[in-house]
């Protein structure tokens, strides 16, 4: 498997819903990735994992709250969202420091 | 922190002909350089990349140049199909951590038939 996967594709939520985005990787790389994108924007970074530890976070609010729990999956929980968090959400991962690989995103609607 | 600035936004060539797209960086100790494609509505690939110990790297239409002192790097498309439309993006690494990307505000590429 050389992909990442990501699930939901597509998300809408309220307000005051509580929904986490879910990321796969079986390649066996040790780092993760969560990136917000709006349209026609690059991706901007929200965190990283290192060795399932958290290592970077981006001044991102804590309405965004990411969790990894073994290796092979990274998750972000949401919570009392704004309608200005309305994206793509993509997930990254990578083996080395280098090279790495996104996967589908899922777009997140906040109504 | 990094930045990272991209031109042109816009680029249109006719099929058969090179595109150039150019970033610049602001943080001397960035060292990896990598170019990623988006299709609308897809993931972004990662199509090709440079580390700060290289000047320039190609693969087969696709060639990358790094200036360091010059804090500058471009792409360079031969030969472009119509399937290479697309957005392009540059990013650098930031505070020298290449895990720590910045990107550029991208690139749309249209090649005419």
């Known amino acids: 498997d050389t992909e990442v996967t990501q699930t939901p594709k597509h998300l809408v939520m309220g307000m005051t819903n509580k929904k986490s985005l879910k990321c796969e990787q079986h390649m066996g790389h040790r780092a993760m990735y969560w990136y917000k994108q709006k349209a026609k924007k690059p991706p901007e970074l929200m965190f990283v994992y290192s060795y399932e530890k958290l290592s970077i976070n981006e001044s991102v609010p804590s309405r965004f709250s990411p969790e990894c729990p073994n290796s092979s999956l990274l998750n972000l929980h949401l919570h009392a969202l704004q309608p200005e968090d309305s994206a793509l959400y993509l997930c990254a991962s990578s083996q080395s420091p280098y090279e790495q690989y996104f996967g589908p995103g899922t777009r997140l609607t906040v109504t | 922190g990094e930045n990272v600035e991209q031109h042109p936004s816009t680029l249109s060539v006719q099929e058969g002909d090179s595109a150039v797209i150019k970033c610049t960086y602001s943080d001397s100790a960035s060292n990896y350089f990598p170019w990623y494609k988006q299709e609308l509505g897809k993931r972004p690939q990662l199509i090709i990349d440079?580390?700060?110990?290289?000047g320039e790297k190609k693969d087969q239409r696709i060639a990358v140049t790094l200036n360091k002192t010059a804090k500058h790097f471009s792409l360079h498309i031969t030969e472009t199909q119509p399937e290479d439309s697309a957005v392009y993006f540059c990013?650098?690494?930031?505070?020298?951590?290449?895990?720590?990307?910045?990107f550029g505000s991208g690139t749309q590429l249209t090649v005419l038939p």
């Open positions: 990013a650098a690494s930031g505070r020298g951590s290449a895990r720590q990307l910045t």
């Open positions: 440079i580390r700060s110990n290289v």
